[in-house]
């Protein structure tokens, strides 16, 4: 090479150097060596970036360049997809950004690109909250500043952020709200529980203990619900009554989202009410596709363009939600809320005031921050052990609270004794970090447990009217529409034939009526109630005659299933499924708006 001497190889490693401001590529062709020219800029590697949203990873490169014209082109953040292509060269740098239209030029910009001699930054950007075992040891991912971890979140959650940890002295605030809070005990104990049950929510899933409900706080409009959600919200960030996270006016999709991300920590969706018959319709929609995105935690699945299946992103952390009646949705669904009930007067507003200062001067924060500390400290060194504790103490919880209940006569949906048991666990734990820090004494724990149980039993038995133990025909047609809404199981219109052996596959629909192949959709069923811990034990024939029974199932005389022609030529046995009886079967207003309910949200 006779003008070795004028290329500079100090930017990239070999084949690639730079001479006046412009890269080029060493080629070897018939023994005889050649300087390519590529481009008249020099692009280097500044950062590979990995975006971590605790299902995917994917990569982001950070590149800069100097043009030889002397101007500095802007540093872009290119994904690994695009770098594949490389059209980001034009789209990010215009004209600037040519290169020479010679074989796969922009390849080899690439690959030079990657040879880059300087030091790379390479760092990762967590797009989820909550714990997480990094190099063998937990740790609480959040965005705070001056953490080991960056965590980016996006959009309405940037409210979510960790301050520093309180001092001991700070938690004074925490424990007078057990009795002297700007709500009632009936309203303070239980959203408490809840608030510090969520960090909770990693350990308790590991144990298949996972919280499967939300808690709904209903009132009518100016009785500070908002206000009051966003005063424990604001335990995991800076939030109030404007800046909540997600709302009933958002759509289901951005919600479930955000729900995703929103892992071992408090989230709310605020403010259903009435709004007209079409925006009723959407918001109960949402309602019931919370009940079922937290009652069952699943996400909703989708597929790829070559009809590949992309695992759905189910809800990670707890949800608070605010409302001015309770849902007006099916009764399963409504046995997957927590409903407290605010009235006017609850709110004692000069405390709230003073609570809304603590949240905004990063006292709240600094206590949940102390409280993830201590969990790590005192539990975590055995994260083993720790979830065979939580299990525990839910499976103790679970049977007290089903005793207690039948010994006085409640009624009660069987989901009911699985969120007692989840609060109380919360409880505990949230008195255990109290009496860790000498807040409140052996004593005062007994007492506290004492009226906690009270309030919960007390809850129940007022709301036990709202909800009732299903039959079989209703729980299969209720976790048949969430297989079907969450993606998990799929149909063709009828008459169509393509891909009938894909996974999740459970027959045929047409505008009024499903078309099940009854071992696939049984087979299905009974797999989404193992994972819930339900029991569905009804066989295939006895299920069938009870779907007939309610006239779900529409018989072809004596049969209960029929064949229908799924394509050209083939035939297949199917059970014929009424939407309209079932969307009857599951719908009804539990618990409807009245007419003092006001017009407009809070």
């Known amino acids: 090479m006779t003008t070795e001497n004028k290329f500079d190889d100090t930017i990239y490693k070999e084949p690639y150097y730079t001479m006046d401001g412009c890269l080029y590529e060493e080629v070897i062709k018939n023994g005889k060596t050649f300087m390519v020219k590529l481009c008249d800029y020099v692009p280097v590697l500044r950062a590979e970036i990995t975006y971590d949203d605790g299902t995917d990873r994917k990569k982001?490169?950070?590149?800069?360049?100097?043009?030889?014209?002397?101007?500095?082109?802007?540093?872009?953040?290119?994904?690994?997809?695009?770098?594949?292509?490389?059209?980001?060269?034009?789209?990010?740098?215009?004209?600037?950004?040519?290169?020479?239209?010679?074989?796969?030029?922009?390849?080899?910009?690439?690959?030079?690109?990657?040879?880059?001699?300087?030091?790379?930054?390479?760092?990762?950007?967590?797009?989820?909250?909550?714990?997480?075992?990094?190099?063998?040891?937990?740790?609480?991912?959040?965005?705070?500043?001056?953490?080991?971890?960056?965590?980016?979140?996006?959009?309405?959650?940037?409210?979510?952020?960790?301050?520093?940890?309180?001092?001991?002295?700070?938690?004074?605030?925490?424990?007078?709200?057990?009795?002297?809070?700007?709500?009632?005990?009936?309203?303070?104990?239980?959203?408490?529980?809840?608030?510090?049950?969520?960090?909770?929510?990693?350990?308790?899933?590991?144990?298949?203990?996972?919280?499967?409900?939300?808690?709904?706080?209903?009132?009518?409009?100016?009785?500070?619900?908002?206000?009051?959600?966003?005063?424990?919200?604001?335990?995991?960030?800076?939030?109030?009554?404007?800046?909540?996270?997600?709302?009933?006016?958002?759509?289901?999709?951005?919600?479930?989202?955000?729900?995703?991300?929103?892992?071992?920590?408090?989230?709310?969706?605020?403010?259903?009410?009435?709004?007209?018959?079409?925006?009723?319709?959407?918001?109960?929609?949402i309602a019931q596709n919370l009940s079922r995105y937290y009652g069952d935690r699943i996400g909703r699945s989708r597929l790829t363009p070559r009809g590949e299946l992309i695992p759905g992103k189910p809800p990670t952390g707890l949800c608070l939600s605010t409302s001015e009646y309770a849902p007006a949705i099916t009764q399963s669904g409504l046995a997957r809320y927590f409903i407290l009930e605010m009235k006017d007067g609850d709110v004692n507003l000069a405390l709230l005031s003073e609570y809304q200062q603590l949240a905004a001067d990063g006292v709240l924060n600094g206590i949940m921050c102390r409280y993830v500390e201590w969990i790590k400290e005192k539990y975590l060194s055995d994260a083993d052990e720790f979830v065979k504790k939580l299990s525990a103490l839910f499976v103790s919880y679970r049977t007290e609270m089903i005793n207690v209940l039948t010994a006085r006569g409640i009624i009660f949906h069987n989901r009911i004794p699985d969120m007692l048991a989840s609060l109380k666990v919360g409880f505990d734990i949230l008195l255990e970090y109290l009496c860790d820090n000498e807040q409140i004494g052996k004593d005062d724990v007994i007492s506290y447990r004492r009226t906690f149980d009270e309030i919960l039993i007390e809850n129940v038995s007022k709301s036990s009217s709202l909800v009732e133990n299903e039959n079989i025909s209703y729980q299969f047609c209720e976790k048949l529409e969430s297989l079907i809404d969450s993606g998990r199981c799929s149909l063709n219109m009828l008459g169509n034939d393509t891909d009938l052996g894909r996974k999740g596959f459970i027959g045929f629909e047409d505008d009024t009526h499903y078309y099940l192949i009854m071992n696939a959709a049984m087979s299905e069923i009974n797999k989404l109630s193992r994972e819930l811990g339900d029991s569905f034990s009804v066989g295939r024939n006895n299920l069938i005659q009870q779907l007939a029974d309610d006239k779900i199932i529409i018989t072809n005389g004596k049969r209960n299933t029929t064949t229908i022609r799924a394509g050209t030529s083939r035939m297949i046995s199917v059970a014929v499924l009424d939407k309209v009886r079932i969307e009857s079967l599951l719908s009804g207003s539990v618990c409807p708006p009245t007419s003092e309910v006001g017009q407009v949200g809070e």
Not at 145 to 152: A, H, K, L, Q
Not at 227 to 244: C, E, H, K, Y
Not at 252 to 279: E, F, M, Q, W
């Open 60 to 285: 982001v490169f950070e590149v800069s360049a100097e043009h030889a014209s002397g101007v500095t082109l802007p540093s872009v953040k290119v994904t690994a997809e695009d770098m594949k292509n490389m059209t980001w060269l034009l789209d990010k740098w215009g004209a600037l950004g040519s290169y020479s239209p010679a074989g796969n030029t922009a390849g080899h910009i690439r690959h030079a690109i990657t040879m880059t001699k300087k030091e790379i930054d390479f760092w990762t950007i967590y797009s989820q909250t909550g714990w997480r075992q990094i190099d063998g040891e937990w740790f609480f991912l959040m965005p705070q500043e001056g953490s080991p971890f960056t965590v980016e979140l996006k959009g309405k959650l940037r409210s979510y952020r960790f301050n520093k940890c309180c001092s001991k002295d700070d938690l004074i605030y925490l424990t007078t709200m057990l009795d002297e809070g700007f709500i009632p005990q009936r309203l303070m104990l239980p959203l408490l529980a809840f608030t510090f049950l969520a960090p909770l929510n990693c350990f308790m899933r590991l144990g298949n203990r996972e919280p499967r409900f939300i808690v709904n706080l209903v009132g009518k409009t100016g009785t500070r619900k908002s206000s009051s959600a966003a005063v424990f919200l604001s335990f995991f960030g800076d939030f109030n009554a404007g800046n909540l996270p997600n709302s009933f006016h958002d759509t289901a999709n951005s919600i479930l989202v955000n729900i995703y991300y929103t892992k071992d920590i408090l989230t709310c969706v605020d403010d259903l009410h009435p709004n007209g018959r079409y925006g009723d319709a959407e918001m109960k929609s």
